[in-house]
């Protein structure tokens, strides 16, 4: 009897540590998605000032397509920001998010997913920002 007492405990010793570590893991792989969300947020009213402000190069008849390219590509990159965060919140729940609950097998291939796709969203959206600043400084 205390032998298979002591196999059970040495068992779940040897397991706990384990389980404990992925759901750090997930826990900081989630924090990480969210810092990311959070750095690129605040430059959506970046990206309207920097619309605006093309809107009036294109409207004085500028024949310069730049402006026009430079437009659509912060509009694309403010689009691509509330899809993503739509599609994030369709895929995870609010305990998930922010207070850390284990994620299923199939919601860490999802949290995996979605960690590369806002990667790929910062790049766009600061790319969309340096490229319409960089024009308009040049005119």
């Known amino acids: 009897m205390k032998t ?17 570590k992925e759901n750090k893991q997930e826990t900081s792989q989630m924090k990480e998605v969210l810092a990311i ?8 009213g970046t990206i309207g000032n920097l619309i605006s402000e093309l809107d009036e190069k294109i409207n ?12 659509q590509n912060l509009k694309d990159s403010h689009k691509s920001m509330m899809d993503w965060m739509k599609h994030f919140g369709d895929r995870f729940d609010g305990d998930e998010i ?3 609950k284990t994620l299923t097998e199939e919601k860490q291939m999802w949290l995996n997913e979605e960690e590369a796709k806002v990667k790929t969203l ?11 600043e960089d024009l308009l400084k040049s005119n």
């Open 98 to 100: 922010m207070k850390g």
């Open 122 to 132: 910062r790049d766009q959206i600061n790319t969309s920002i340096k490229t319409a």
């Open 60 to 71: 004085e008849s500028n024949p310069d397509n730049r402006y026009s390219k430079a437009r």
């Open 4 to 20: 298979s007492r002591l196999i059970i405990i040495l068992i779940v010793l040897t397991i706990l540590p384990f389980s404990c």
């Open 37 to 44: 969300h959070d750095e690129v947020m605040p430059k959506m």
